[in-house]
Every structure is written in C-alpha cells, then in structure tokens.
C-alpha cells in the first residue's frame, strides 16, 4: 500500500533532498504529494516554465523507490497573472476584493482563469503524464477552504443567471418556482436577477439576510455546481495527456460543496484529516472523525486515500495539543478501518516560513528526526506487514445515514430551531450506531438502498417525487427507515410543501404532523420504548394514521401525544422520531430498532472510548479495534481471536494499551 | 369591532379565495389588511397598471362582509425601479449600498423614490378611495424595520444640510451648538457637514464612533424626520382622493422613530404584535407587551388597532415556541385591554415561499383549519358579543410615565453607564406600577399633565426652559413629579448644561448633585423607606437644599449620603431617585409615593403574573383580569363582581385558567 | 517641580479665564498644556492665521506664574483641508476611508498632510519658539490611539514598497527572507507587493488573514517607522525656530509603536495615564499602571512627565467609577515613585461638549471646586514641599525585564497558544518582582545590562547573532540572565530557525527543546523549587545538555521531563523556564533566583496591595510605600523610619489609611 507524506522540496536547499529521501525510506514512505502551491516555481513569469527542479526532485526520490502524486498548482495563482487580471479575485457580498496574500485567491467562475488553468495544468500533465515516478494526481488543494466556496463577483453574477437559465427555462418557471411574488420580487428579465448581496435585513452575525429561501438555496448549489465545473475542466484535461488516476483532497464534513458530485469526475477520493488542529485545540470526539471517513468512503462506495494526516501540532497563529505518543498510530489505523487505503502524512518537515510555519510535520524545523518519526516509521513497518487486507478491502455494513447536501444547504439557510443542525443530527445517529458497536455507511439519495437492513434519513426535508417512489420501494420490499421531524416539509425549490406533514413521506410514515413546537434551547420529557428521556430541540405533535405509538411526550400542552411512531408498509418499518433526543434515549432507540431488524453488532459489548470496525477481503472477516482513551482497556471480544498485530491470542479479552490498537481475525 | 387577518391572495391560486372568505367568515372576521407588499402585482412593469385581482379579491371577500385595509406597496419596490434608479437603494455608514432582495431597500430622501411613490399611491388612492368595501388605509409598512432608520447616501447627505439649515439658520449657531471648538471641527460651509461615517474611533461592537454628540443627536432627529416627511406624502396624496382613516403599523418599543411625531399625521394609529418570535424566542414579559400597549395608546391618546397580532409560532431562519393553548385568546384580551379597538391576526394562512415562510399564521401552509384557528374562532366570538364597551373605551389612569425620544436618542449615544439604558429604566418604573396594580399612561412630554397625580419622568436629561416651565407648574399646582439620576443635565442641542445638577431641575429637586458614581455592573447598599435595597448603575450623591431625604448610601465612600429625596414645590411635591433600584425596592418606593398621593389599584392585592387593567365606557367602568401563568390561579377581587364572559357571579375570588382572562364589572 | 493641567481655554468665554488662572493657582499648578487640538483656531481657513486668542490666554496664565507646553495641533486637521485634499485620510485593510468627525484622521504617510504639517508647526514654532511663559512642546497628540497606528491607503501602499526596498536592497533578499515560495508568493517586482489587505483567510474575530509573517512584522515595522518619521518631521522644525524642550505623550502599554524609537527624537517622554476609565471601568491592577511607568522611564531612561493623569471620572459614551477619596493623590505619589518629574492632570475643567463630555476634569462641568479639586490641591502643596528629592532622582533597580516591540509584533501575529499574550507574560514576571518587593527596569535589549543581577527576557523569540553575543558576554561576565519557552525560536525576519530549540539560545540555556505542548486554556502539573504548581499555556519538554534541572512536569505523557532548568555559563547563570507559571509559583521562583543573585527588596515582608519603591536623590536614598488597599494597612518597614509627608517617626510599624501614602528617609 502507500504510505508516505506530503513534500515540499522547494522549501529546502537541493543539497537536503537526498538526505530526505534516505530519511523518507527508512520510515518506510514509498509515495509523496508534490507540487500543489508551486506555480510560481513552475511558471516565474508567463509564459516562462522551469520544471527542471521537479524533474530532479522526482528523480531523487523515484531512486529511493518513492513514487510522487502531483498536484496542480491552481489553488496559488502567481502575483503576476493576478495583478494582469484583478477579476480572478473572489469578491465579497458587500462588494469587496478578497485579495492576495493567502491562497484560493481566485473566482471558480473567472473566464481568464480558466485559461490561464488550461495552460499550466496541460503544460504540466504533458510533462509528467508519462513518468514512470508519477502514480497519481491531485486536482489543486482543498477546493472551498477558508471560505472560498462562495464568490460574489461580476462574473459570478453573470454565471449565476446561465445557470438559472438552464435550470429553469423561462422565467416564469423561476419566479414560481422561488415564489417571488412575495415581496414584489418578480423577475422580468435574466439579468435583473441578483446574487444573495448585502440587504438592509443582514443581522449582526450575517446569517440571515432576509433573501428568498429559493434563490439562497440555488446560490448553494450554483456556487457547489461551479467548483464541480471547475475541477471537470482539470480533469478533462489531464485525461487527455495522461494515464494515471485523479484525485483531489477533500475535506470530510466540509459543508458547501456536494461531494458526491464532486467525487462523480475523479478516480478516487482522497481527503485531509485533521483531529487536533487550531480549531479543535483539545481534539474533536473520535466517532467525528470516523463519520468523517465513513462520508469519504461514501462518496465513490470505495476505499479512499488521506492525503493529509495530521503528524504533529498544528494551527496557523496558535496551535492544538500535540498528538500524544501513539495517536499518529491509532488515527491512521482508524483511517485504514473507515476505508483509507494509503496514508500521507502532513508533512514531511515543518516550514520554516509562511503562514503555515506552526503546521508541523513528521519532521520538526530542524530536520532532526524525534518520537514522531519513530511513530510514523513503525507504523508503516506494521501495515505493510497486511497490507493485503487493507487494499482492496471492505467494511461490512447493514446500515447506511443518508446525508443530502440540497437538504444541509437548506437547512443552513432556515435551521427552524436555534437548536437546530443538520450536520449534528446526523452526527447523534451516526453516534447512536457506532455507541452500539454497529457499522454504518454514510451515503447520497442517489445510492442504491437494498443492500441495507436500516436506513436512517434524518431531516430529509427537502423531497420530490422519484425519492419518494425509490424510498417507498425500499421499504415496501421489507426495508426499514427511519425519519425525523422536518422530513418531507418541502419542495425540491426549497418553498413550503402546502399538503400536510410530513408532507411527502406522510403515507409511508402513517401519521400526521398536527402541531409542532420548535424547542430551541428548551426541552420536553419525553417517555417509550427508550425509557424516560429527553426532547429536545424540536417537537412534532404526532396524530397515528395507522402507525403504532413508540413514545409520547411527558411535558408540555403536548404531555401523551405521539412523540415516536412505527409503521408497517409493505414488508418493511417506518420509524417517524418526532423529535431532538437526548443521546442516551437516542442510543437506545437505535438499538431497539436495529434489534428488531436483525442488525449484526461487530464486538457484543460497547467499551466506552473504544472502536471497532468489520471489515472483510475477499469474504474473509476482520475486526479492527482501536482504543481511543489515554488509559489502557480491556475488551470483550465476546469469541476467540488471532491478533494480526502481535500474533497473540485473544481468550475473550482483549487488552489494549492507551491508544492501541488490534486488528483481529 | 373589527376582527381579522392580514390576507395575501396573490400568494394563493384564485380558486381558493372564495373558501378563504368562507373560513374567515366562520372564525368571525370581519376585516383584512390587503396589498402592502403588492408593488410589481399593481405595477408589474413601470407605468402598466394591473389592479383587476385585486378588485376581485375585494369582491369576494366583500360578499361575506369581510372589509378590507388597504396597504400602500412602498416597502417593496420593485426591481425594475431600483435598477432603473439605483440611488434609491440605502447606503450604510461605510459606503456600502443595501441591495435588492428583501424589503425595506429604499431611502426615505431619495427625490425619485419620492416621485415614484406619488404615482403607485395616487393610482391606488383613485381607485379604491370611493370602494365601500375599503374601509382604511395603512401607509407602508413597518417603517424602520430592519434597520433602516437610518441611511448613509449621498441623497442623505444633501437632505441632512438643509435639514440644518432650517434647523440652526446659521453656521455660527451650528457651530456653537454643537460646541465644534472641540477636536477642530468647526465647519466653515453647509457642504462640509458630513454625516456621521465610520471613523477611526469605531469601536468593535459598532457602537461608539467618536462623533460629535450633537452632531449625532441631530442625526437621529433628521433620520426621524426623514420617515415623518415620506410618510406624510403619501398620506396628503391619499387625503385628496379618498376619504378612509389611515394609519401606519407601528413597531412598540422601536426606537428610531419618533412615534409622536409620527403619529400626528394619522388618523388612528395600528402596531405589530409579537409576544414570541424568533428574537424573544422563550417568550417576552408580559408587561414589556402590556408597556408597548400602552405608548401605542399615547401615541394619539386614544383607542388602537393592532394590524398584525401574532397567530403563530414564527420567525424567519428559526421560529420562536408556539403559542400555548389560550395564548392567542389572551394576548388579545391583553390587547384590548390597553385600548385596542381592533385586532388583525397575522397572517390568514402560512405563506409557502419567500423570507416569511417560518413565519405562520392561523392557517398552516396545508391551509386546514386546527386548533389556533378554533381559538381565533372563539375569541372573535366573545368579543362581538362585548364590542360595545371596548369601542371608545378608556383607560383609567391617575398616573403617567413621560417617554420622550429626544433623551432615548441621547442616552443611545452615551448611556454614561453600561448598566444603563433609557428604555430599560423606564420599564423598571412601570412594572413598579403594573406590580402595584396600577394603571398608568406612557405619554410624550407635550401631553397634558394636570389629568394625573403622579408624573413620572426618568431620565429626562435633555431639557428647555419651556420644558422647565411646564414641569414646575404641573408641580406647583399639586401634582407629584418623580426625577431620576440623569434628569436635567444637558441642553436641547445635546451639550452639558454648565450649572449644577440636576441642572433645570434644580429648584423643583431641592437639591444638588455633590457628587456621582457610574456603577456600571457593580452594585452599592442603599436604605430608607423601602428598606434596605440595592442601589444598581448609578449613584448620584446628594445634598439637599430644602428637600427631606428619604434614603441613603449604605456602602460606599458615599455611604450615608442621600439617595432619594423628597421636595414640597408649590401644592406638589418632587422626588428626586438618585439611582438605579433593584425591582423589589422600586416597587416599595412607587407604592409608597402612590399612597402618598391617593393613587387608586385596580385590585386590592397583588397575584404575580396576573394583570388587571381598569377601564371605562360611557362613565360605566369595568375591570379585565388577565392570567399569563401556564397553571390557574385564584385572584382576590376585594369585592363581587359579575364576570361578563361567563355570566359568572364573583364573590371576591375568580378562578382562572391558564391564560384565563375575566371581565368584571 | 512641574504640576498641572491640561486646559483648553478655547472651549471657554474669555470671560472665565482670568477665574480659571486664579483658581489654578489657588491649587498650587504652574503648568498648562494648551492648544494640542486647536488648528481650527489657529488657521480658522487656509493660510488666515490667528493667534490672538492662544497669545491671550498665555499671558492671562503667566501672569499668575504659569507655564505652558504647547502642543502642536496635528491631531486633528481641519475639515477645510480634508475636504480639499481627501487622500489624507487613513483606510482599513478593505478599502473604507475612515473619515472626519472625530480625530486622527490623518495618514503619517501622506505627502501633502506632510506639507501642510510643515505650514502650521513652523508657524507655532516661530510664534512660541521664544516666549518665556512656554516651557515645552508636545508633538501631536497620542500617536496611534483609537486604532491610528496602521493604515491601508495608496499613500502608505507606495511608502511601504520604498521602506522595504531600503530594507532588502534586493527582490531576491526579500523573497528570501519573506520565504515567499511558499503557495507562490515571489514578487518579481517591487510594484507588485501588496500591505496586509483583506484576503479569503479572513477569520471572523478579524484577528488572522493568512499573510505572510515576514510580511506582517514588516508591516508593523514600517507602519511604527512610519510615526517615528512623522514625530521627526515636526521634532526637527521645532528644533529650527524654539529652544524648548520637545515630548510627545505616550500611551503605557501601547502596543503598536516601539516607543524606544519614538523616544529617541524626543527630549523628554511624557505619557498619559487612566488607571480607571471606560476601558477599565472597575479599576486595573495597580502592578498594570506600575510597570507603565517603568516602561515609560525606560523609554529614555529618565524621569518622565505625565501628560495627562486622570483627574476624575472618565470616558466616552460610559463612564468608569469615580476616583474615591484619596485616589487622585496616590495614583500621583506611584508617578512619582516610579520616576515622574511632573505631573499634568486632565483636565482642568470638564468640556461641555464633543466626543469627551462625559472625560471628567478636576472641576465639574459648573466650573466649581469641589473634592476632587480640594484633593490636587492638598496634594500639589505636599509636593512641592518635597520636590527636591523627585526632579532628578532615580529608582534603584538592580533586576530589569527587556521589552521588544519586534517580538510584541511577531507574538501578535502568531501568538502560538490561545493562552498567550506577550505583555501577559511580561506582566507575570514584573508582578513576581514587584510581589517580592523588588524594583525593576523595563527597558529595550540596545540597553546596557552590565548594572543589572538578573535580567528577565521573555519569550524572546526573534534573535539576530549580535543580540545572542550581547547576552552571552553578559551573562560571562556574570550576569544572570532568566529565559522562557519560545525563546530563541525565529530569525529577525520573523522565518524559524532551523537549528534545534531554543535555537540562538541553546548554548547559553545547556538544553535542547525535545518537544513541546501548546497547552492553550488547559494545563499540567509542575514540581520542584517551588514546590507544586501548574504549568499553563505551553509545556517545552527539556533535555539537559549540562543544565540542571529546577522543576519537572508533574502530569501529562512527559511527567517526569525537565520544565525549569539551571545553567553555569562564564560567572554567570542561565535559567530557562519552559512554561507558563501559576502567579504563586513564579512569585516563588523569582524570589529563589534574586536570592541566589542576592537583589535587595525594598521592604522585607510583602503586604498584599501595597507597592514600595526605593529611590536616590544625590546618593540619598528614600523609599516611597503606597497603600493601594480601600482598607487600611500596617506595614513591617524592618527598621525605624522618619515619614518626609507628615514628619512622623516610623519604628517598624507604618500605619497607612486607605489610599495612604508615605514618603520613608
């Protein structure tokens, strides 16, 4: 498998890069990412190339048997071609240019930058399209970071109303669509038609601005559709003078761009990991993470790369904790359980300059290799050791979280409840599955479902009729789902179904929505089949329309109406949970619907703190286990196994030190 | 009385406006606000007229006896007219336009939007001045709301100057109003006056600027001034065509707009009312809505309407909690209670695209009749059947808090204290009052005063020598005055006044502030006749000059100083509260100043969270209990009474309900 | 000695002057400062002069035998100019011009501001340069306040590139130092480089933009060279046509100017002091206001003035508490103590009107005396009654604490851990010292250390190779030099160096930096001289390399690790402190280190709240003690003293009174 990290040989003197690839080889790197920010080395004024520093750098380390991934340098455009074409600026909604200085400096929807893109992507992929050294690309770097997803630009504005064109065909259809009636905002022409910019309405922490809910959620889509537009016309290209397969790095739970249609262009996924950077400074929850991967896997329904892993502290002006000895370790052998099928660690040796000087790597400012490197040189040791259960494998899973990036963009713009958010709905049952040690699969609509004992649509808000017809089949033959509150409360546009909730899932959830009461930070007891509990968030006041009562409200007006119901259709469940639950009630649920549906758990008993993932190569089983806690665990594996790590046998018990791991068999 | 919805029919297909009329009838409404939002319907393109839906819709709603108020459609301009004209657009203080795509996006000096809104408003006053089913007027809408009282642009600029020179006559007058001397300022030229932009000084919360006081109180006044002048455009055009009252739909407590001088140009006056939305998303207090009641009162002194009453849970990205069972009922008592005459619910039926899709009405977007629009139904019901005491009832009220505009815009530009603010002061005082069962008025300064025993004015700082005038003849004839910290310590102009404080107020107080002490979030002992309290934002230490002293410091390098003082002027008497009071104190001391002067409660003892509001029709008085507690109370009457809703016999208890409301008499 | 006011007689009727000058002199001041905002006075419109006014009110002052520094009026431009050439405005990293109406609205950078900066200051120069009732200038007023120290204007665009081209010399020296290959930054001209402006990376507290560091530190740079430059614009003027000695008022703890620079073209430093005003609306540390001073008199490292010495309650829009009884006294014994020759209070009288109404003076806006007069007076007759042992005299200091405005900048751009500050850290040392009774200096790393025992530099981490010799010899010769985590760890252009931590240090320190933790708001246990304590902030894992070892981490995955540690170096000792300390432990490890170099504390047992500082006047020493505590105290003096204040015999038992002060021979 590869296993390497991501090189900057440009930062360092030539005369340190074989002592690099030496370094490199002995922590058993056979693969580093090059060249991603490198435009102005590559192209020093226009039209002027120099690849000769690449061309030694790759033939460096290709002699050290490291192989290199290239990334196109679009995410820095050189000062001398934005100060030629100020447009390519991103602008802001208040009508300032978001300038030079940082990167990502650059419009999507830039016409000149498109062709100043086709020049030096198909420069470059002429030239290393064919070397023997060269086993992948990157399309530019973390499309949609540090706010880059969005652009208000003159270009943008004329793109937009293309895009409104081919959507919507007449402008009868978008002003019906969007309701413009309301407010006297009908549109009589294309180009009166306006981006969502500054209005009188704009609160204090500018998220609401008082615009249309349609054009918001088509701006969303717009602005995800022309990143999408964008890496198509990298792809196309590089396709055309080379062979080898195209990635680009994402960024797990980024919110604006649809990654699955992201992923539709490229060969494989890859994606940046970051567990403990500035802005998670005391480390974000593990089972984040693993959703996080579980979503990349998703994306393309195979194994993936991380082509940033985190290896040392990390921040722009302050930094995170340092990773403890042995969670180098653990996160990439929970990437490896998710689905990652290479590792590349971020980076190889900390920069000396720029604004990323406090990004460490494996290597600190001085080169001088320490714990980290020692960390990063075993580990790679181990997996090569079975790496032929890793590549090429899959993870066993009988459930799958729906994720709808139309319906979080919709959310984001109306999230009903102060309490309210899509993303961390989700997250409460992807947390609810893998607080039961069961496996789940994170995927688009688009997914095909039969393979699934449970699917879990949470917040599905936004519904049309082919997702309903696909959702009633799945059920009908003997599927189980589950749904939330606000499912099927609008249209596809993002205006108000005007039937009754929840609206279009109202016949297989088999009741009616006959009051709500949105919670915000409040909350309502709560009593069923989960115990006594909490709701939060959001109350739906539930009237059974055939459907069986799972729980009622204990507080409240409300006190003894259906909270959560169940309803048989066809051959399969209709779960309707009307409400935000506290975890624990939340847990239990699932594990009461996973129950009845017969869902495989991967280890009989939860360890709090501890992981564990099924996966299987060519029908044969294994189960990896991490151990997530700074203190040392003992797990019932409820069975005898062989560790793959140790060789040991495992007698029902499983010890793993702070941060361990095993992988069983 | 009149009893009804805000109604958009253009938002629905006509087929169902016929039910719509049906449904209203059975909830007995009788009236609908029509078309406020309605420009690009009326006038879809400029200078084509299309009043034929509208005509018809008055039609139909006029054959089951529904009225209509028609709104003139100027919030909403449409987007041919901006962009034909962009400068209509407001700018904000550092040059940004405030673009299209909410509402409100038009500056109230902009002489082309005045030009426009003399044409769409002189169409509409022609067409429906003579319909007998027309049966009032609103001028736009919300005027202010969402921040726009105040605009930066060039037409402002201009406007601002010549607002001046009317205002000063001379730049030698301006200049030494506002004391330019300082920091240079002096202004040689009317075009050098500028508008107070962002400056250097701007602080982080964007709240101080570094600007001139003076310059900035007159620039609250103008703003002001600005929506009086466009409002009383469009009321002169419809006075020549039509002959329905007219009014504006008000705001409570906003505080941009002077209200009384608003008011002057209207026949009666309407406000909106929203106990819970998203911004008082866990409910407001009670008497914060009964105290916009009762300014909305004083406006004209006389009986209201309120055009938008709350019907539904609602908001705009997120909704506030939705209204209890009985909330809409009492809210509406509440309502006519402080002198509504007319209720308008908002809206008919939940809109299902556009900015206010959150935002619901008595209907659900389903359009089906529920438990609110059985509540509206009801309400209506007993309303009708009681209409004849709440048309041209009064208030009875010995008592009056002086609101005044002028000193809220001073005291926005420099609370002096950050525990302070001029609105929240006042509040104190009149839940001391409400707390007291006390009913009062809330009255601007040029309101007769002899009708009252006890005239209180809170920080009054802003003073004028007829002001003074007035005040101490008031006292001098009997009546009771009661001054706070602040009062009479700056000019009209907003300047310091130079003499001792409490400045004009001096000679009624009877004594001179020594001292003072700007708390801020501290706190100091205070004793007297209420007791031992605490003593909260300010600290004014006294030295009587004639007056007797009612309590001192108790903490404090001041402890044992004078704190509240009493004043025997003429027949009256003047007290003079030296600082700010926790709740409990004030309500001691105001009981104590009310006794005094043989103030007259509503009800012998006081039932937290119970409201009672004496009122009078034709000399007959009768008296409304409201309970806004969630459980029932018992309320102590002092006496028995017939309860007019119930027919109920009242021996000195009533028994009500959650949300219960009685009117005895 | 000098005591005064600052007066504005400008803002006052002529009428009340000669009161004003009596009244003053009734207080024992002798000293005005004047006219620093008055340009609107003094050139009422381009080119008309008029001193009459100035002229008057000196004599009418000079005759009652007092004195005048004159400021120049540069602060505030008249709108005349402004309007006439508008590029004089400063603007903001987005493009907004920060406009007129309140003061500094001026960029150091324009040409033509330069130009009519010459007209006026040469026209005051001349006119005062030989009046014998002006005694001193003051150049402006508060450079850099209210966000004055940085600005994004065309005019500063060009400067900058001129600035950096004197600096580099080369492109390719810039390009270097700056590390700009990295995401492709290299500058191929001078015309292309940009300031900091807004980028994509803007965060939303505005605190970070992604630029580059080398870049940002130069920007700080030149924006303070930018000052200094126009400070000796004027200096050299008036140098020209007076004989007077030159100051400009400092700000204390400002940060963005490096005052050491400031000071140079200065004859003296004067420094505005506001230990309570809106900012600090409950009152700073008395430590916070102790080390300004000592700051201030390391400026030039003599006796300094203050300029401005609150007099009263004060701010803009709200105001902090009121001085009480006795604090305008002590706040002017610790100036005093810590080394002002004279001291100005502001103001005299409270303005009427402006921006600084509510910036209370020593009389009331009435203009009548009252306690706060009665106490600047009592106190300026006390004063003077001891002014020979203050002018000229010195703080007997044998420890110093080095301040460098570079590093400030560099810490500011990336401050590494949210928990760290720069002049927080400072303070924690300065606190330790001044906790153990020990004066200090605060002084720049170009002063002579060979005076100090032990020299406290932390978190010095930009070094350049003549800074490390300087330390070195002084710490061979003897010296004891104490460093922090951070040190060490940048070159001067603000890149990392690429030896290993604490890099220019290493030698000095006998310890290499094996790794570190940003601990950011958690923290870890710490052990050893000090007992137990916590270590906060950061965590640098030592390795000895000859070092002893103080203290070890007493928790975390690197218990047991060295964290303080002990090195011989020459004569002298190196400590090396590798985290952030608990107040109480670093009180007691720096009074282990002073120990061990056997400095001298000024009083032998510590009172909590009172500060004790020794001084010499012509070899004779006196020790000032200063009861900061609202209580009052008794303080062990160890020894039997005469008290010059009141002539009281002191046997080891000093009583002070709240606020109270003594003066001990």
Redesign the interface.
């Known amino acids: 498998m590869y296993y390497g990290a991501d090189y900057y040989p ?2 360092w003197p030539k005369e340190r890069w074989a002592e690099d690839a030496r370094l490199m080889k002995e922590a058993n790197i056979n693969v580093v990412r090059l060249a991603e ?5 590559l192209e ?2 226009e039209g002027h190339y120099d690849f000769s520093w690449l061309d030694e750098a790759i033939d460096i380390l290709g002699k050290e048997g490291i192989k290199a991934v290239i990334g196109t ?1 679009t995410a ?5 071609l934005v ?1 030629k074409y100020p447009d390519i600026y ?1 602008k802001d909604r ?12 650059y419009c999507y929807n830039s016409p000149v930058y498109h062709e100043y893109t086709k020049r030096i992507v198909s420069k470059i992929a002429k030239r290393y399209g064919v070397n023997e050294n060269v086993i992948a690309w990157q399309i530019d770097n973390e499309f949609g970071c ?3 997803g969005q652009c208000y630009c003159e270009n943008c504005q004329l793109a937009f109303r293309e895009w409104l064109k081919e959507r919507y065909g007449s402008l009868e259809n978008l002003n019906r669509a ?11 022409d294309w180009d ?1 038609i ?1 981006l ?6 704009e609160d204090s922490d500018h ?9 918001l959620l088509d701006f969303y889509r717009f602005s995800s559709d022309s990143v999408v537009s964008y890496q198509k016309l990298q792809v196309d290209l590089i396709r055309e003078f080379a062979s080898q397969p195209i990635t680009h790095n994402l960024m797990g739970h980024f919110p604006e761009i649809d990654y699955f249609k992201l992923g539709k262009d490229l060969d494989f996924v890859s994606w940046d990991n970051y567990p403990r950077n500035q802005w998670r ?2 480390g974000s929850d593990f089972r984040e993470v693993a959703m996080a991967h579980d979503l990349m896997r998703g994306v393309k329904d195979k194994g993936f790369w991380v082509m940033e892993q985190q290896s040392g ?1 990390c ?8 990773p ?2 042995g969670q180098l370790r653990l996160w990439t052998y929970q990437a490896v359980a998710h689905g990652a099928e290479a590792i590349v660690y971020f980076r190889w040796r ?9 990004w460490y790597g494996i290597l ?5 290799p ?2 980290r490197y020692g960390e990063v040189q075993k580990t790679g040791k181990e997996l090569q050791a079975i790496s032929d259960i890793i590549v090429g494998s899959r993870v066993v899973s009988e459930t799958a979280i729906i994720k709808s990036y139309d319906n979080l963009w919709s959310h984001r ?6 309490g ?1 958010d899509y993303n961390t709905l989700l997250m409460s049952y992807y947390k609810g599955l893998i607080n039961n040690n069961i496996n789940t699969d994170v995927i688009s609509i688009d997914h095909d479902l039969d393979r699934y004992k449970v699917v879990f649509m949470p917040a599905f808000n936004l519904v049309k009729e082919d997702i309903i017809e696909k959702i009633e089949e799945y059920v009908k033959n003997g599927g189980n789902l589950v749904l939330t509150f606000r499912s099927g409360s609008r249209n596809w546009d993002n ?7 929840p609206g279009g899932f109202r016949k297989l959830a088999g009741i009616e929505v ?9 909350c309502e007891g709560i009593t069923g089949i989960m115990g006594d509990g909490t709701a939060i968030t959001w109350c739906d006041i539930l009237k059974p329309n055939g459907a069986g009562v799972l729980a009622v409200y204990a507080s409240g ?1 409300y006190r003894g109406s259906a909270a959560i119901t169940v309803n048989t259709f066809g051959k399969g469940k209709v779960y309707y949970v009307g409400c935000g639950l506290d975890q624990k009630s939340l847990d239990k649920l699932i594990e009461s619907i996973a129950g009845e549906a017969e869902v495989g758990q991967v280890l009989p008993w939860k360890t709090e703190g501890v992981e564990a993932v099924k996966k299987e190569k060519d029908g044969k089983p294994y189960i990896m286990v991490l151990n997530h806690n700074p203190v040392p665990v003992i797990v019932d594996t409820g069975g005898n196994y062989t560790d793959l790590l140790t060789g040991g046998k495992i007698n029902n018990k499983l010890e793993l030190e702070p941060y361990g791991v095993s992988v069983l068999v």
Chains 1, 2, 3 share one sequence.
């Open positions: 440009e930062h920010f490198a435009w102005a080395k020093p004024a340098p820095t455009p050189p000062k001398w100060d991103m208040y009508g300032h240019v978001r300038g030079f200085g940082s990167r990502r400096h540090q706010d880059t969007w309701g413009t009636v309301f407010w006297s905002q009908t549109y009589n009166e306006i969502p910019y500054y209005t009188v309405c998220r609401f601005h008082g615009h249309n809910p349609g054009l400074i005391d502290p921040g722009w002006s302050v930094m995170g904790r340092t403890k000895p900390t920069c000396a300059f720029g604004a990323e000087e406090y600190d400012h001085d080169g001088i320490r714990r713009i109306q999230p009903h409840s102060t309210f205006s108000m179904r005007t039937d009754t909730l006959e009051e709500f009461d949105s919670l915000n930070q409040d007006y």
